[in-house]
């Protein structure tokens, strides 16, 4: 078993430097680090949940409570429950020549609360508005990929956080299914 702990490790790093320091560059080096500013994105939700609400009918109202309470679930999992759990400290603070867009930071890095969050977000909106799921799909993955390009997540700990999202998102699409229309 410690080997295969060693070899997923050793794996995780060497595909962090080919992320964060191959493929960085100057284009990257200004849009990820906005991409990953999470007040960056405040006004975009907020816009959204206000379409939502005055315009979205019964639906989008519904979809503003499912999506709100599937976040404040993932991210109280993530920060509460996994990364203290876990304990894994961030690659800014271990890998040697990280390409560091943001300085070290002195939370747990298992999984990224971004990358939960944001593909929380984009499972339930992508259930109710299949015709923008590309969209949703893909802001999910930039962000996580920023936070990867930053130097504060390991790969492995955007896609832990990117499939326990799905998870929370789906989890919650079923319970208001039920409740909703009772199937």
Known sequence: MDAVLSFLAHLDTTLFVFFNVH???P????IMPF???KTHW?????????????KGGRKGR??????LLAVATSDLTVNRILKPLFHRIRPCNVVEGAHLLLGKKSSFSMPSSH????????TVFSYYY??????????AALVAYSRIAVGVHYPFDVLVGGLLGILIGYGWVVVFKKIVDGK
């Open 23 to 25: 493929l960085a560059n």
């Open 27 to 30: 284009v990257f080096d200004v």
């Open 35 to 37: 991409i990953t500013e």
């Open 42 to 54: 405040y006004p975009v939700w907020a816009l959204a949940i206000l379409l939502l609400l005055l």
């Open 62 to 67: 519904w979809v503003v409570l499912v999506v």
């Open 115 to 122: 990358a939960t969050n944001f593909f929380t977000m984009a």
């Open 130 to 139: 299949r015709k923008y799921q590309i969209i949703f799909w893909t802001l």
